[in-house]
């Protein structure tokens, strides 16, 4: 029966209210009250379905149930640098992630540190030229990111010619790429206007809860990698909170017979699977061997173990594995646990895995040993296999497949100088020299790459037969994509060395970039670094922004900022600090 018969039998039924005359019409008239407040309590409800920008919305709701997060001032920021969290934010943190947050303290943390970490001055270099430079660097920063922000807010990367968004489909329906990948640089210039609508952004529009196919490293490297910097610079727990739940999203890829994850993630549906070109359902080991310093942190944050367990399972199997004379092939099946392919290379597929070995070591506190021990084990085969002179007397790095070598080398190998540069210190004492002066030679090639073409930007790879020495021969090698790793590369040596040159040759690159790659809105990369007409390919990468312009800052600072002895970098250029038992 419909609600008001209903109610008019049980009003028949009361005391004193009869069924007729004034009786039914007071009934009547409570009916009619009770439908008015339902719908009026109907009416109010609806406004919490409304989208945030709708005026009756922000009438009718307070404001604390709505407000836009206000940007904290400049020395609130200065401030957050040292604030411990408080019990409440604690509490949040544990209660979304099932994990006690109680064993990780900021404040702790930051006692741990040996250094400040933006230096006395933010790393201010007294000599005026260098000063000069860092600041057109931020000027640069600065454009990149107000132009992003013009045409691209949200999107993952801007296209700067047709001045729009890109998102791809890298990261698994997850926005705001170049925004998280912009977060510590940002900080560290002291861009702080545009760190603060970056934060707000993270805190009012990143949405975990995608549902596409996404690629476990590059979501790890950028997006986790870039919250956990944010988390660790600044102590603002959203950072925190947001990467042990993007952590938690990964976990299921690595839910395969031998714990070594696929490469490509359904992040909503945890479903996992390989990529499409690499042979026999393979993973690639530049990417499961590319998580161990974030997932270690995330370990170390949420005070769940499970992230440093997956990752030390991959470590266990790849230490135990017979390698190819003493080389990790490219390729390896998570199902079976053997290599599937004998393809070595120290750049594109292999890069970051030995990157990983040696900051691993670092990141610990020099007390992983089983990680120094692989890395350097790991140095004695490459130098063995890999490492050529060529006849022009430059020193590189050739890539190896089954024994027969490709003498190329990838623009990607380029970090290689700096990764050997900062291993150095801790290996053999009578190979440290050597190993300073291999790092050295590499960065001297990667910088042939560069003047030898017409740009003064190095080409995506380059060749040691028929006559090249250090230049792209195939036209589809031609390119230069705002890659970071040959400044990488300065940036290392210059700290290890104060060489004048490492500056130099970046100031050239800062040249080069404003004179190829700065276009109207946004810096593009190029698709032919050997013509002087430049034909740009309309993408301002992420990695420009997280990497390549945070080199060239640090390297016109001083040491002081980010110092070594308390960070090691990502592969994505994303500051982690090394944990020390307090
Ligand atoms: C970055 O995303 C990282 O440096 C990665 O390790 C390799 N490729 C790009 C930059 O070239």
Known sequence: APVGVKLSMVFRKLPGVSASGMGLRLSQKFVFLLFLSGLVTLCFGAL???????????????????????????????????????????????????????????KKFQKCLLKATLGTDGGRPADPQTNERREKVKEMMKFAWDNYKRYAWGKNELRPLTKNGHIGNMFG????????????????????????????????????????????????????????????????????????????????????????????????????????????GSSILAEFGTLHLEFVHLTELSNNPIYKEKVMNIRKLLNKIE?????????????????????????????????????????????????????????????ANLVQKSPGGLTYMAEWRGGILDHKMGHLACFS????????????????????????????????????????????????????????TRL?????????????????????????????WGWEAVEALEQHCRVESGFSGIRDVYTMTVSHDNMQQSFFLSETLKYLYLLFSDDDLLPFEDWVFNTEAHPLPIYRDS
């Not at 401030?79 to 303290?105: I, M, Q, V």
């Not at 390119?479 to 130099?504: A, G």
């Open 48 to 106: 919490f379905f409304l989208p945030d920008s709708v005026r009756l919305k922000r009438i009718f709701l307070s404001k604390t149930e709505v407000q836009a997060v206000t940007r904290p001032a400049q020395e609130d920021m200065a401030l957050s640098r040292s604030k411990p969290e408080s019990a409440s934010e604690k509490a949040t943190s544990a209660d979304h992630h099932g994990a006690s947050s109680d064993a990780f303290s900021f």
């Open 173 to 280: 329906g997850l926005r705001g790429a170049s925004i998280i990948d912009s977060l510590d640089t940002l900080y560290i210039m002291g861009l702080m206007d545009e760190y603060n609508d970056a934060k707000e952004w993270v805190q009012t529009s990143l949405d975990l809860n995608s549902n596409g196919e996404a690629s476990l490293f590059e979501v790890n490297i950028r997006y986790v990698g870039g919250l956990l910097s944010a988390y660790y610079l600044t102590g603002e727990e959203l950072f925190k909170s947001k990467a042990v739940e993007l952590g938690e999203k990964l976990l299921p890829a690595f839910s395969t017979p031998t714990g070594i994850p696929r490469g490509v993630i359904n992040l909503g549906s945890g479903t996992s699977w390989s990529w499409g070109w690499a042979s026999a």
């Open 323 to 383: 390698k190819p004379h003493g080389l990790y092939p490219n390729f390896l099946s998570p199902v079976s646990g053997n290599w599937v392919q004998h393809h070595v290379s120290i750049g594109g597929l292999g890069d970051s895995f030995y990157e990983y070995l040696i900051k691993s070591y670092l990141m610990s506190d020099k007390k992983d040993e089983d990680a120094k021990k692989m890395y350097y084990t790991a140095m004695e085969a490459i130098e």
């Open 417 to 472: 100088g700096g990764m050997i540069g900062i291993g150095a210190d801790d290996g053999a004492p009578e190979k440290r020299q050597h190993y300073l002066d291999l790092a050295a030679e590499i960065t001297h090639t990667c910088h042939e790459s560069y003047t030898r073409s017409t740009t003064k930007l190095g080409p995506e790879a380059f060749r040691f037969d028929s006559g090249a020495e250090a230049t792209a």
């Open 476 to 504: 589809s090698d031609r390119y230069y994509i705002l890659r970071p790793e040959v400044i990488e590369s300065y940036m290392y040596m210059w700290r290890l060395t104060h060489d004048p040159k490492y500056r130099d």
